[in-house]
Nanobody, 123 residues
C-alpha cells in the first residue's frame, strides 16, 4: 500500500471530519493529489484536487465552501477537511496521486490510489 486514507467515520448532519492520506514506501511530493468518493450504487466521482506545492486547488461544485483540500509535503500527507456535512456526502472516500504535478478532476489521470475510508453522515 502506497497511500493510506484515514479519518472517516459516522457524523451527524452539519458536523465535520478531516480525512488524511499518508504516503508510504515512496513520496508523492511532485504529484498532484486528489480526493474522490463513491456512494453505494454510484460511480466514483471527483471531490477535490491540489497541485504538487499546494498552490492550486479545485473542487467539485457540491463541496465548494464546505471542503478544503490541503497537503503537507514534509509529512507526505494530504488532507480533506470536510465541514457542514450533508447526508449526500455519505460515501467511501479515496485519495489518489495524479500523474501530473497540477492534479486533475479525471479518474483516469490518477496512478496510485488509497484503499478508501468510509464517511457516513446521518440526518
Amino acid at each position: 500500500v502506497q497511500l493510506q486514507a484515514s479519518g472517516g467515520g459516522l457524523v451527524q448532519t452539519g458536523g465535520s471530519l478531516r480525512l488524511s492520506c499518508a504516503a508510504s514506501r515512496r513520496t508523492f511530493r511532485n504529484n498532484g493529489m486528489g480526493w474522490f468518493r463513491q456512494a453505494p450504487g454510484k460511480e466514483r466521482e471527483f471531490v477535490a484536487t491540489i497541485s504538487w506545492n499546494g498552490g492550486g486547488t479545485y473542487y467539485t461544485e457540491s463541496v465548494k465552501g464546505r471542503f478544503i483540500i490541503s497537503r503537507d509535503n514534509a509529512k507526505d500527507t494530504a488532507y480533506l477537511q470536510m465541514n457542514n456535512l450533508e447526508p449526500e456526502d455519505t460515501a467511501v472516500y479515496y485519495c489518489a496521486a495524479a500523474r501530473s504535478a497540477s492534479g486533475s478532476s479525471r479518474v483516469d489521470q490518477y496512478q496510485y490510489w488509497g484503499q478508501g475510508t468510509l464517511v457516513t453522515v446521518s440526518s
